[in-house]
């Protein structure tokens, strides 16, 4: 049994059936010995999984020219901030400034890296990794900033809420503890935002089966307001691995989307070494999109990582074609395969894209090749 387990047992004893948000905020994010505290050694090969920005820094040069983009539709400001969110150990970062130090120093003299990062264990990771660039990489916001909004793999890490419909109804999930585990057992359902979101879901899918389970996150939807109160003008950039509502929902995945990691293995039982597992669900982009756009911003894209990467390294790629075979080329290419092949990340991850403010009619090459319906994103995002 973890240490975590105890407190949890202990915690449910004292006040019941626990809602899983609660359950799952302690599993991750204890501040003692929640999953993320223990730093970033969880990603990577040693770790539990892998990131986009623990392939190398492919990802990172490629976003990194997206950032440089929306700097120049705003007119190449003196002064251009990217605020990132779920930073892990910095290598995203790391590889956006060296890239820009080297392909587009005149963006790099603009920039300033502003990074938020609540866990000390996290931050230190952070600190070595980005030492060299001195005050260039700052942890803390004081205000809106000009610029970008980056979040990588953050909103997947929110706590959400289960749901099953019965009796044609929806019941809420909870964690119970029965002998020295944890099991799910059936509560009303209260939290007025769940409601009001299975009700809006319900006009997308009338008719669910019976025993169907799947996650609500209405958090989601304060996280992408807080990201849009983090800037004053520029875009955010939300990646993930998700749907938009009308797959999310569907009748067909009657078992929603929660997935738990360890080891590289990937299962469905969070009550299964709580604090040493993630446990995760897909985003659902759609809630995500909407809350950007009543926080004011603009849709300006949506689509999957492939399309999205291989649209940002079209000039790189063209660049690159024809020239003799090298160790690096090689490299470079198995990297952006990994990112961009529909059997690795290219399919399951997707790219959400919002402007706020005047951002000079931006037009990011990453949606280039966007698959869309005639409406576009607003369209597949059922908005």
Sequence with gaps: MTPLAEILRETIRAGGPMPFPSYMGMAL??????????GPQRIGRAGDFYTSASVGAVFGELMGGQF????????????????????????????????AASARPDFFAAVTYLIDEPL???????????????????????????????????????????????SGG??????????????????????????????????????????????????VASEVRLAASAISEGVMFFVDYGHPAS?????????????CYRGHTAHENPFEAPGETDITAHVEFSLAAA?????????????DQGHFLTGAAAETLRRMDGKPASLAKAKWLRQFQTLTHPAHMGRSFHVL???????????????HYARAAP????????L
């Excluded at 705003?74 to 892990?88: L, T, Y």
């Excluded at 001195?134 to 929110?158: H, M, S």
């Excluded at 409406?375 to 059922?382: F, H, M, Q, S, Y």
């Design 29 to 38: 994010y204890h501040s003692e010995h929640g999953y993320y505290a223990r």
């Design 68 to 99: 440089c983009a929306v700097w120049e539709a705003m007119g190449k400001p003196a002064s251009f901030s990217i605020v990132e969110r779920g930073a892990n150990d910095g290598a995203f970062a790391r590889d956006a400034l060296t890239w």
């Design 120 to 166: 000390a264990t996290v931050k230190a990771a952070q600190e070595r990794t980005l030492e060299s660039f001195g005050d260039r990489v700052r942890w803390g916001l004081a205000g809106p900033a000009r610029g970008v909004f980056f979040a990588n793999e953050l909103l997947d890490a929110i706590p959400f809420r289960r749901v099953r419909f019965t």
């Design 170 to 219: 929806w019941k809420e999930l909870s964690v119970a503890v029965e002998g020295d585990g944890f099991v799910w057992v059936e509560t009303e359902l209260l939290d007025g935002a769940t409601k009001s979101r299975l009700e809006e879901i319900v006009k997308i899918h009338p008719d669910f089966p019976e025993g169907y389970e799947t996650e609500i996150a209405p958090a």
């Design 247 to 259: 797959d999310y929902y569907h009748p067909a995945r009657r078992t929603g989307t929660l997935r």
């Design 291 to 303: 809350a950007a756009i009543s926080s004011g911003c603009e849709l300006l894209g949506f689509c």
């Design 353 to 367: 894209a919002a402007s706020k403010g005047n951002v000079g009619g931006a037009v990011l090459s990453g949606f």
């Design 375 to 382: 409406g576009g994103a607003t369209e597949v995002l059922g």
